[in-house]
């Protein structure tokens, strides 16, 4: 099914009341160091954090009266958690979440002040699938997958199509690739807002199964996970990995030296508190810098929930 | 010698090419748990991260053409060492930082990335004047201090007028108080171009020299003073004083503890990097929120240079 513009459009409009137009910074030292002009769309500012919320508050508004009261039903390690709950106090909607029991404390109590009820379970995907269905069946809820899901893939592309609103002549748009939902949103975006602008992904190499989809043209899997890009661990979806395919050039794989580098500059230079994941797209473009010369780039800032406890530092 | 709205007026536009215009944040979580409705100045997104930047420019700007041939020197710990470094390379100046050898790596570094000559020193003020009194005899460089200097109070308080500018209405300006400049300026600014707006000062219990200041009508100094916002340890100065005496209604004492936990709060829900020295303000709000109940508050975020290999969380 081919998506148009107005749909995207429409999405914008419809969820605008329940998220922050978050501020795009620039750095002249960023600039410096890359060689490039770069504007980062700063999604840690939004609300919960993260650019989830714009796909959590998408997909609670494409369910019908009956479907929103029974309510939504979600697993998710981290941010899509506490995306779902606060969109669905927004919307005066129960929120079941399924959390893995090794999730960050600051996420769980997070999803408890927005009103999500938390399932913990072990951390395995079946056993979060497992506890989602069997609380899809008790209470009726509606499941929103974190990521492959059209109306939340829609959301996602938000942040980059307000990116692009403002910015209209960026060369590239480039956003790290975890499940898929933002990368595929902001090529939707790129392709519809932007002026010839090109969408490419970064990935860990830790957790190349994007990069390595591209390649077999299939949906990879990763057999281990060691970064410390933790939104960044799962696999693509069967509706997002078409779109993906479709209208992404390619994934630039960086390492965790790459990543944690990165990210400090960001944090040392720009002052802004961002995710690991959200530091994969600066290390995408300091690596192959010769080829991002004085380009313009969009970078989206994924989101800036981290554990202080817990840092790289 | 009475400051006049045209001064400030003047200082303002003549440091404008050298310094950001600082974004001012919100947040509505901040506000839901003060009670108050704040704007966050910014200046941890100043050049070089902090406020000094201005008073720095505003200095060096004072000096005639002979006088900025020769360079100016200052002693600092910190951030004005990196300011008057940065204010002197684009004003095509020398300048000469005396440091205490204990000073962080990471606020040497930016000196020496800005062009400051850096000479270290025992962390003594003795030692640190003898420094620059040496460095002052052998290459006629004027020295600039911190603070205490009209030029630096009245670039420092630049912050509060932009502020004041973008929200006419504010009830308060509060900024932490550490030797006194960005305090007395920001008194002016709140005098000149506010509506009624009151300055309030904040400073760690463990460094409280202003606050018995106001009570005793002399500059009181700190036997110790450990506390994490390691900009607020020096004493006013009988420039800043007079001024500070004449139009601070009074000054708020915060513990550690409300220091940390303040921090905590801006870096967790505002996702900004902020020195400690900066949640001071925040901290007093919280302290006395009901005095502050249903206010309009303008916060000087002062700035965000922080060693992260030493955190406080």
Redesign the interface.
Known sequence: MEITKLQLQKVQERIEPYIHRT?VMKSRLLNEITGTELWFKCE??QRM?AFKMRGAANAIMSLNEAQRKKGVVTHSSGNFAQALSLAAKSLNVPAYIVMPESAPE?KKAAVRTYGGQITECPSTLKDREETASGIEEKTGATFIHPSNDLDVILGQGTAAIELLQDHPNLDYVITPVGGGGLIAGSALAAKYFGNNCRCIGAEPMEADDAWRSMQSGRIETNESANTIADGLKTNLGDINFPIILENIDRIIRVSEEEIKSAL?LI??R?????EPSSAVALAAIIREKEQFSNKKIGIVISG?NVD??R?P?
């Open positions: 501020p840690n500012f954090g600051v400090r944090w040392e720009m002052k802004i508190i961002v800036g202080l406890e840092l530092f």
